[in-house]
């Protein structure tokens, strides 16, 4: 019997371009989830109040497959830092941590009571 090779349309949909800021990860039993946010200020000159857009996107996969992206990205990674050097944390984001931190301190010394909220 001769084979019919059919052609198959495949149709992609595109995703578009996500500069992600920030990641949570979290897990089940059956499954890992990534969730990619991007927080960007915003200006409206009509308001006084700063405000902020938040866009996310979540990825959602099998362990299996999460382990498999570990591998991925241990393996970019490394051979980033053979081109480039290692990866360090940004002086910027090692002065904010040191002011939040100190902020930290000062108000815990200010707090007397925290409330509970249980009846």
Known sequence: MPEHKEPINIQIIDGEPFF????????????????FKCITPRVDPRSKKPSFLLKHNVVMVEPYHAKMILGV???????????????????AVE????????????AKDT???VPTYLG
């Not at 992600?20 to 969730?35: I, L, V």
């Open 20 to 35: 992600a800021h920030e990641m949570t990860a979290n897990f089940t039993p059956t499954q890992f989830s990534f969730d």
């Open 111 to 113: 707090i007397t009571e």
């Open 73 to 91: 990205l241990n393996n970019v990674i490394k051979k980033y830092e053979e081109e480039y050097g290692t990866i360090k944390k940004p002086k």
């Open 95 to 106: 002065t904010a941590e040191k002011k939040h931190k100190k902020a930290m301190a000062a």
